[in-house]
């Protein structure tokens, strides 16, 4: 039988209620409801790569994050490259992340930091913007992050490892709160942005921008 996590969105409901805010939370209810099943089944359906529109890819990307992006490269979670016959399946996890990690010029999240960050504060007021992003967090907390990190735990570690696990849940984390954060604002144009990314991300988790060719981009795909 399917074990299923509880999710229940209330605590992120009552925040919107509490600012104001309930003009936004059919389209975040929307946006979230990806992720509520995911959180919920424990499995998280990416798409292969020759079904994603690349395009639409490096536009969200390039918007959100404020970066030019000319590339969308898509690595497979299953197989990101040919594992040695000698080597180990944990060698070969960690070998992995290391040359991913040595390969990027700057993750999702800390671009997504770079890009977004000041604004939301702006946006949310200076004065309130730490209690409000607490708030904020809290409310995702106990709404649907635990069970989705379950979930992308489940999905991804077994394949890719801790580290790069640690990545892309950090990417994902950040796209959700900037998404939920600028709707508290009342920020209608950066809200769009980041709905925009957070959808591409139901196709393909990103990762980050490559070293040598900083216009290009990696994401993670079926």
């Known amino acids: 039988m399917e074990k299923r996590h509880k999710v229940d969105l209330t605590p992120l409901r009552n925040l919107f209620e509490k600012e104001n805010r309930m003009a936004f939370w059919p389209r975040i209810e929307k946006a979230l409801a990806h992720w509520v099943k995911v959180a919920r089944t424990g499995k998280l359906p990416l798409v292969p790569d020759k079904k994603i529109d690349a395009v639409a890819y490096a536009v969200a990307v390039a918007k959100a994050t404020g970066r ?6 898509f690595v497979s979670r ?3 490259f040919p594992k040695p016959e000698w080597m180990t399946e944990n060698v070969y996890r960690d070998s992995l992340w290391d040359s991913l990690r040595d390969s990027l010029w700057a993750s999702l999240w800390a671009s997504l ?8 504060w702006a946006s949310l007021g200076d004065s309130l913007g730490d209690s409000l992003g607490d ?6 907390v106990d709404s649907l992050w635990a069970s989705l990190g379950d979930s992308l735990w489940a999905s991804l570690v077994d394949s890719l490892g801790d ?5 892309l849940w950090a990417s994902l984390v950040d796209s959700l ?6 709707a508290l604002a009342g920020d209608e144009e950066r ?3 980041c709905l ?6 139901k196709q393909a988790l990103g990762i980050g921008f490559k070293k040598d060719k900083p216009q290009t981009f990696i994401a993670i795909c079926a």
């Open 68 to 73: 030019p992006v000319e590339k969308v490269v």
């Open 78 to 80: 299953k197989h990101p």
């Open 113 to 120: 930091g770079d890009s977004l960050g000041d604004s939301l």
């Open 135 to 140: 708030s904020l967090r809290a409310s995702l």
């Open 163 to 167: 580290s790069l696990g640690d990545s």
């Open 177 to 182: 709160f900037y998404t939920c954060g600028f």
């Open 191 to 193: 809200f769009r942005v």
């Open 196 to 201: 925009d990314l957070l959808k591409v991300q």
